[in-house]
């Protein structure tokens, strides 16, 4: 099985623009999270889809959204960006079923350089 | 609200010898606890995870964790590290609050592996 995949690898973008990151998660997997990694602040959950539904979201301003399509490939957009915004952004999937606790696979990351 | 510490910023070991990273927790039910390992410019492999049962978990690379209720710990080990097991070590912990079964993972500040030779 392929593994989650995350599009582009590397951006540089300038302050007040946005951007859009994808997410493929491995096939058969309905959940996709995404976090944001950085040095001071460590891995923060932005937000977490299933079945194209926003089921949680971290304490993000609103300039940071997602979306889930029907094939559970995601995307996270955020606008006018701020120099805070640098990060690497991880996406994860999850094979969701009721009950128990299944590991989140992670992609390679995209980092987002803000200038 | 739930969280997870991981006390130390870096830990060095000597190639061969037993290495321990520590992670305490705090949550207000059953605790689901994760291990993920990041080497550089990648993103987070998953080691091991306690559900329930045996408090000794085995997981991938030779590494296991102990999980204790009674100190709210869930320490990795390994016996014998290796140079390549140098990395970036993430405890973390399912967030059950609200909703429960949530795909969000709240994770320690992470702890910096270093093996010498």
């Known amino acids: 099985k392929a593994g989650v995949t995350q599009t582009p690898r590397y951006l540089i973008k300038t302050r007040g623009q946005q951007v859009t990151l994808s997410c493929s998660p491995i096939s058969g997997h309905r959940s996709v999270s995404w976090y944001q990694q950085t040095p001071g602040q460590g891995l923060q959950f932005l937000f977490e889809y299933f079945s194209e539904t926003q089921r949680n979201k971290g304490n993000f301003p609103g300039r940071f959204s997602g979306r889930q399509f029907s094939n559970s490939r995601s995307e996270m957009n955020v606008s006018t960006l701020e120099l805070g915004d640098s990060a690497l952004y991880l996406c994860?999937?999850?094979?969701?079923?009721?009950?128990?606790?299944?590991?989140?696979?992670f992609g390679p990351g995209t980092r987002l350089t803000v200038l | 609200a739930q969280s997870v510490a991981q006390p130390e910023d870096q830990v060095n070991v000597a190639e061969g010898n037993p290495l321990t990273v520590k992670c305490t927790y705090s949550v207000s039910g059953n605790p689901y606890l994760f291990w993920y390992v990041q080497y550089p410019n990648r993103g987070l492999q998953f080691l091991l995870k306690y559900i329930t049962g045996d408090n000794l978990v085995k997981g991938s690379y030779g590494f296991e964790a102990e999980f204790n209720k009674s100190q709210t710990s869930f320490h990795l080990k390994k016996p014998s590290a290796l140079v390549s097991d140098s990395a970036l070590y993430f405890c973390?912990?399912?967030?059950?609050?609200?909703?429960?079964?949530?795909?969000?993972?709240?994770f320690g500040q992470g702890t910096t592996l270093q093996v010498k030779p």
């Open positions: 994860a999937s999850t094979q969701k079923t009721s009950g128990g606790a299944h590991e989140q696979f």
């Open positions: 973390a912990v399912r967030d059950d609050e609200g909703s429960g079964n949530t795909g969000k993972l709240i």
